[in-house]
């Protein structure tokens, strides 16, 4: 079932998505007069017919939408916002930090995302053929996300309201810098990809992004653990309930990742590429010399390990290009 009504404003609706996640799940809540969409899916005909049907399960019509809350500027999220603003004069929201992020990279200079995303693997040690690979990837995915025109922005800690939707705004760096979660007052999180209930959401380290992305995503793991959350809506997966379980089994994993990666660095240090091979060992066979694995995800988690690691003081980064780590110290 692509739409399913959770409560009488609300409905869940999944937006099929050409990555290995499959899906990605909006939520629409029906306002005084209207209607909210939390995040928007990616821009495809299918995926508005999808929306327009979730809105008429609830006796709306999308003409009825006031605004798109963005949780993050990933494509799968942020896709089909602009059509949506274009088409019912909707606001589309960020947190302030992510909005000139998003603006950026799928508005004024789309070029500048496949560049971080090419830079990232090069500095990384990535071999050309597949660094060629992933650009035209990244390339391809531009065409489902539309560009946006003016939007709006929340900060951190403020209580957004509108037109009756009531949530407290937090920021959650560490899967993107700028990601936030929304808690309304019955205690329904929608938590974007924050925390998902199936699998361990990908944090990645890019050139031009904050620098410790792992340590960002732990901090922020621990600063929402304890809020009143009855149920989590997160952005893919089913929505769950004990919220801070689940919170906990990601710390955990985490930590043990953490400990896998230490162990994996060789005495003489190798790169983020040749550690997120030893990592992932089972997504890397090649088929047609390409590895079966998104390998920005894959090399950018890898890094992100590597960096905490530094931070921890467990790792050493040389200067070098391709940056090489190598273990420090022993067990902890
Ligand atoms: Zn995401």
Same mark, same amino acid.
């Given at each position: 079932?692509?739409?399913?009504?959770?409560?009488?404003?609300?409905?869940?609706?999944? @937006?099929?998505?050409?990555?290995?996640?499959?899906?990605?799940?909006?939520?629409?809540?029906?306002?005084?007069?209207? /209607?909210?969409?939390?995040?928007?899916?990616?821009?495809?005909?299918?995926?508005?017919?999808? @929306?327009?049907?979730?809105?008429? /399960?609830?006796?709306?019509?999308?003409?009825?939408?006031?605004?798109?809350? +963005?949780?993050? #500027?990933?494509?799968?999220? +942020?896709?089909? #916002?602009?059509? @949506?603003?274009?088409?019912?004069?909707?606001?589309?929201?960020?947190?302030?930090?992510?909005?000139?992020?998003?603006?950026?990279?799928?508005?004024?200079?789309?070029?500048?995302? +496949?560049?971080?995303?090419?830079?990232?693997? =090069?500095?990384?040690?990535?071999?050309?053929?597949?660094?060629?690979?992933?650009?035209?990837?990244?390339?391809?995915?531009?065409?489902?996300?539309?560009?946006?025109?003016? /939007?709006?922005?929340?900060?951190?800690?403020?209580?957004?309201?509108?037109?009756?939707?009531?949530?407290?705004?937090?920021?959650?760096?560490?899967?993107?810098?700028?990601?936030?979660?929304?808690?309304?007052?019955?205690?329904?999180?929608?938590?974007?990809?924050?925390?998902?209930?199936?699998?361990?959401?990908?944090?990645?380290?890019?050139?031009?992004?904050?620098?410790?992305?792992?340590?960002?995503?732990?901090?922020?793991?621990? /600063?929402? =653990?304890?809020?009143?959350?009855?149920?989590?809506?997160?952005?893919?997966?089913?929505?769950?309930?004990?919220?801070?379980?689940?919170?906990?089994?990601?710390?955990?994993?985490?930590?043990?990742?953490?400990?896998?990666?230490?162990?994996?660095?060789?005495?003489?240090?190798?790169?983020?590429?040749?550690? #997120?091979?030893?990592?992932?060992?089972?997504?890397?066979?090649?088929?047609?010399?390409?590895?079966? +694995?998104?390998?920005?995800?894959?090399?950018?988690?890898?890094?992100?390990? @590597?960096?905490?690691?530094?931070?921890?003081?467990?790792?050493?980064?040389?200067?070098?290009?391709?940056?090489?780590? =190598?273990?420090?110290?022993?067990?902890?």
């Amino acid at each position: 079932m692509s739409v399913e009504v959770l409560a009488p404003d609300l409905v869940r609706v999944r @937006l099929p998505v050409p990555f290995p996640l499959g899906w990605v799940n909006v939520y629409g809540i029906r306002t005084a007069t209207g /209607a909210v969409l939390v995040d928007s899916g990616l821009r495809t005909p299918e995926a508005l017919a999808l @929306l327009e049907e979730g809105f008429g /399960a609830l006796g709306l019509t999308l003409r009825s939408l006031r605004a798109v809350v +963005v949780t993050h #500027a990933h494509p799968d999220h +942020v896709g089909l #916002a602009g059509v @949506l603003q274009q088409h019912t004069g909707a606001e589309v929201y960020f947190l302030d930090r992510e909005e000139p992020v998003a603006r950026r990279i799928w508005a004024e200079d789309p070029a500048s995302r +496949v560049r971080a995303i090419t830079g990232m693997l =090069r500095l990384h040690g990535t071999p050309p053929v597949w660094v060629d690979e992933a650009a035209r990837q990244a390339e391809r995915l531009r065409d489902l996300v539309s560009p946006f025109g003016p /939007a709006r922005t929340v900060r951190d800690g403020e209580v957004f309201e509108l037109d009756g939707f009531r949530v407290q705004v937090r920021w959650t760096p560490g899967h993107s810098d700028g990601h936030m979660v929304l808690l309304d007052s019955q205690g329904r999180l929608f938590c974007g990809d924050h925390v998902l209930p199936d699998i361990s959401p990908n944090i990645s380290l890019y050139p031009e992004a904050r620098p410790d992305p792992l340590g960002d995503y732990l901090a922020s793991l621990r /600063a929402v =653990r304890d809020l009143p959350v009855r149920t989590a809506y997160p952005g893919h997966g089913d929505p769950f309930r004990g919220w801070a379980e689940r919170v906990d089994e990601l710390l955990e994993h985490h930590r043990a990742r953490l400990h896998a990666a230490w162990e994996l660095l060789p005495p003489q240090g190798c790169t983020a590429f040749e550690l #997120a091979r030893r990592l992932f060992a089972e997504h890397f066979q090649e088929r047609d010399g390409l590895p079966q +694995v998104p390998l920005p995800l894959a090399v950018g988690e890898a890094a992100a390990h @590597l960096e905490r690691l530094v931070q921890e003081g467990r790792a050493a980064r040389d200067g070098s290009v391709p940056v090489r780590y =190598r273990p420090v110290g022993g067990l902890t």
